[in-house]
């Protein structure tokens, strides 16, 4: 197992600028940085596992060191599957804690070697997430500083595919 090699597994629907941030800082501690999008989720995506991976490897292009791959089933498997020693996630406010602290006490449970690390992300990304961001743009405003500009144009791109199956 290599304790360097880390894990930073998400939906990433979309991928925005606080993950980015949580990648950055995530780098900057890990050499070896997995981003590991979950296909299959039970909620509905907007956007595929393959559309979120290519987001993210765009994104990620400038950091030596990180990759980005998509997995299924359960992410401890996924972990021991590739050697990785550290789960990274992201903490923003209180209310995040209860449900990370349930799956780091699970993931614990069944993979007692797998160490779960909390980043903060930074203050601007404190209360962004990937679900407003879908609604806000849905909505017809811009989310012009919470996604790149890549992922927004992916974003209009795939409401105004939305709005003409209508
Ligand atoms: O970005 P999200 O939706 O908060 O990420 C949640 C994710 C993908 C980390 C979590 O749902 C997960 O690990 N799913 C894989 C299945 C699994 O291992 N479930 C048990 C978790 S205790």
Redesign the pocket.
Known sequence: MHRLLAIY????DPPTLGHLDVIERGHRIFPRLLVAV?RN?DKQAMFTAAERVEMLREATRHLEGVEVCDFQ????DFARQRGAGVLV?GIRAISDYE?EF??AW??RRMSPDLETVFLMPGADFAYLS?RLVKEVAAGGRSVAGMVSPAVEARLQAKLAVKAGEV
């Open positions: 597994p998400g939906s990433f979950l989720a089933g359960l992410l401890v996630r449900y349930q799956m699970m993931n990937s």
